[in-house]
């Protein structure tokens, strides 16, 4: 089996719609994928009305969280999306984002950029607008060259020039609020230091002894020695290890199914999920 469990789509900062997500994971041959849109499950009901026979659809969400200033993701999957707790919680973030994002557009503007919020907006379109709609903006005027460059302190990066912030769950909370829906947590992507300054290990100790399932370890942005040594915490900690490539569609480089999560860690993830269960594609077109 190959299994990604972690893919953006159009519901918040990925350039796929959730229909095309998934049929072009059926595509790239993948058995299972996971939508993980920010902090939204708005995507859910459109992927599967077309999830394609072969391919089995994880529901989920990435949340933003923040500890001791410190920007992270928590993936939640598998989760009752009804639970009203983490239903207000959900939308609290989401209703703060735009906000966030015009008053990113004008830091931007006072740094002479030539941006618009009518730009970001029509980039952004139905999803649940973040920084890779604004850092997208930026490589259609010029500024950047890429995505990823704009994820600087000189530019969108935590603290960066054009930073604002935004409302985030403690992590610690999420974990919570998952667990009380029903759903498994992993923390996405904890050593990915480029992006900025990352958790520590004391804190995903502390993390897992509150109750997080997992790590998110095979990702684009960890290197071999950095896998090498989340593997080991991981298992020191008693924590699941994931895989996942973090699609984001043509917003990014990476592609469908670049990192997977091994079929045992997988079923461990199902079997502890409550709230919800996958669900198998039952027709339309496959690969």
Request: charged share 25%.
């Amino acid at each position: 089996m190959r299994i990604d469990l972690h893919a953006h789509s159009t519901a918040s900062d990925g350039t796929d719609t959730p229909a095309e997500l998934v049929l072009n994971a059926a595509r790239a041959g993948l058995d299972v994928v996971a939508l993980t849109d920010h902090d939204t499950v708005g995507g859910h009901a459109e992927a599967l009305a077309v999830l394609p026979a072969g391919l089995t659809l994880v529901t989920g969400a990435e949340l933003s969280c923040r500890l001791d200033g410190i920007g992270t993701h928590m993936l939640a999957y598998l989760f009752d999306p009804r639970e009203p707790e983490f239903s207000r919680e959900r939308e609290l973030v989401r209703d703060d984002r735009t906000p966030r994002a015009q008053a990113m557009v004008a830091k931007l503007r006072a740094l002479g950029v030539d941006i618009t919020w009518e730009r970001v907006a029509r980039i952004a379109g139905d999803g649940s607008v973040g920084r890779p709609h604004l850092a997208t903006a930026l490589v259609e005027l010029g500024v950047v060259a890429t995505v990823s460059d704009a994820f600087t302190p000189e530019w969108l990066a935590d603290g960066g020039r054009a930073y604002a912030g935004k409302h985030e769950l403690n992590p610690f909370d999420a974990v919570r609020l998952v667990k009380a829906a029903g759903g498994v947590t992993v923390l996405a992507h904890p050593a990915a230091v480029k992006r900025g300054r990352c958790v520590s290990e004391a804190d995903i100790a502390a993390l897992a002894d509150a109750g997080l399932d997992g790590i998110e370890v095979d990702h684009m942005d960890h290197d071999a020695g950095t896998r090498a040594r989340l593997r080991g915490l991981a298992a020191d900690l008693g924590l699941l290890v994931t895989g996942s490539s973090d699609y984001h569609g043509s917003r990014k480089t990476c592609r469908l199914g670049e990192y997977t999560t091994d079929p045992e860690i997988y079923g461990e993830i199902t079997r502890r999920a409550t709230g919800a269960f996958p669900v198998p594609g039952a027709g339309g077109p496959g690969r």
